[in-house]
């Protein structure tokens, strides 16, 4: 009972002793486990269990540390602290087969595994004189013991993959980074690990493929620009944003309300901001301050008259004697209407750009003025046989530079006397030959300017109208003495 006691307290704590000796730091393990995230460490894969059919040709499945062992059916595996025994001499009476139990030590006939497994093998377990009849097959395990001296040290053990014998005689493990026998890149860093090793990469870098790459050249890391530094990266925005809480997005940064630099007018727009003016303004070669637009150099045609420049705009000046309307054109003033200087016996005549005063009765002797405001000379007078009978004011205004031919006005007979004939002539005025007189029918004649005449001018131009008698028993004249006033402008 005691025996049976101390066997199990011994069990568990090589139990123990194997499940402290798995803690590792790594979480890739190596062949034969898997990490335990619980745990924090690598367990033991059950490969019988998850294995189909792991064994071939009528063995059995016996999972061990790191492993499993394919072994005949009949074989038994006894865990206990007890010596290693002497294989024992063949019985007698079997037909030519060895009969009897092996008893091999942990150090002597099994390779140690990751965690103290074992890995029985034909030249540790069964000696040359051991034939394949044998019924019981029997592997008897101890805690491994570096101190130990074994009984055979001169024996050959075979280790996994990933270890050797060492000089007591149980397979430790290769430090292939030390060794210098694994196959990491220059890039990469080795890290041994039980049985194995693996390759990583250093700090801030990570593995793509066969390489080790810097953070900046996987994406997505940076929003726009990412900056490596040894071992780390960080991101950078291009100019007009700037990193957001999550140091990884960038985020416009809309300039108008931070630090407007426009003049005037700024527009926010994404990475940047533009700067517009007002109306009346153009932007100056900074992009950022407004200049004055001079209108009035820009055209010719803005104003009738006078174009003024002003801070953003521009207005239109009219001449004295005129207005401005629909802020561009220029209109005469109708001082006669308005304001004149004009006396009473005068009467005020207007004319593009100013105004005139007339005598209201312009007869002078031997003519004298009737109701109908005609000047007529008496028959009884002497004086009016040389002179036209009648004499009729008139005035009229044109503008400076007038298109040619035109015709301006128009004579007609206010009498008209039976078997009589008219016709028209210019007596003066005429001498530059600005006029033409175009008779338009037996009592009607049309003035025709035929040169352009320039403002401020004044011309007098007599028209006169002969009326004969069909048989010459009488001849008669009368005169339209026609004031023309020439503005001074073409408007």
Not at 82 to 100: H, L
Not at 308 to 315: I, Q, T
């Amino acid at each position: 009972m005691l025996k049976a006691l101390f066997l199990t307290m011994l069990t568990l704590a090589l139990v123990k002793s194997q499940d402290t000796e798995e803690t590792i730091t790594y979480t890739q393990c190596t062949d034969g486990y898997e990490w335990d995230p619980v745990r924090q460490q690598c367990k033991d894969i059950d490969e019988c269990d998850i294995v189909p059919d792991a064994c071939k040709g009528g063995m059995k499945c016996v999972n061990h540390y790191g492993g499993y062992l394919c072994l005949p059916k009949t074989a038994q595996i006894i865990v206990n602290n007890e010596q290693p025994q002497q294989e024992t001499q063949p019985a007698e009476g079997t037909s030519g087969a060895t009969t009897g139990v092996v008893a091999a030590s942990s150090m002597a006939t099994s390779g140690v595994l990751p965690g103290g497994g074992f890995v029985a093998s034909a030249a540790a377990v069964a000696g040359p004189e051991m034939q394949t009849g044998r019924n019981n097959f029997v592997i008897r395990r101890n805690p491994a013991d570096p101190q130990r001296i074994p009984s055979n040290p001169s024996h050959r053990i075979q280790c996994a993959a990933g270890y050797e014998q060492s000089e007591h005689n149980v397979c430790q493990d290769i430090d292939e980074c030390t060794a210098g026998t694994h196959n990491c890149r220059a890039d990469q860093v080795c890290i041994n690990l039980r049985g194995s090793f693996a390759c990583q990469c250093p700090p801030g870098y990570q593995k793509r493929g066969e390489q080790c790459v810097d953070e900046c050249t996987i994406p997505p890391y940076c929003h726009q620009r990412c900056v490596n530094t040894p071992g780390s990266f960080y991101c950078q925005c291009s100019p007009g944003f700037q990193l957001a809480a999550n140091n990884y997005t960038c985020v416009d940064i809309n300039e108008c309300d931070a630090s407007n630099q426009c003049a005037q007018q700024c527009y926010n727009i994404l990475g940047s901001f533009i700067c517009q003016c007002n109306q009346g303004y153009e932007l100056s070669s900074d992009r950022l301050n407004c200049e004055d637009i001079d209108e009035c150099r820009t055209s010719s045609y803005l104003c009738q008259y006078q174009c003024v420049n002003e801070p953003g705009k521009f207005s239109c000046m009219c001449p004295q004697g005129y207005q401005v309307v629909r802020s561009r054109t220029c209109q005469d003033i109708n001082e006669c209407e308005t304001t004149n200087e004009c006396r009473e016996d005068e009467m005020c005549w207007n004319y593009h750009g100013g105004f005139r005063c007339y005598p209201r009765n312009p007869c002078q002797d031997p003519y004298i003025l009737t109701p109908e405001n005609r000047c007529v000379c008496p028959v009884s007078n002497a004086m009016c046989r040389e002179l036209p009978q009648s004499i009729v004011y008139k005035y009229m205004s044109i503008r400076s530079d007038r298109s040619v031919p035109s015709d301006i006005f128009q004579i007609q007979a206010t009498t008209i006397y039976a078997n009589t004939i008219n016709t028209f002539r210019i007596k003066s005025g005429n001498e530059n030959g600005e006029f033409y007189l175009r008779q338009t029918s037996p009592v009607s004649a049309m003035l025709v300017l035929v040169k352009s005449l320039s403002g401020p001018r004044e011309h007098i131009v007599d028209l006169e109208m002969l009326t004969v008698s069909s048989i010459g028993t009488f001849r008669t004249s009368s005169v339209l003495r026609l004031t023309i006033i020439v503005g001074p402008f073409s408007f």
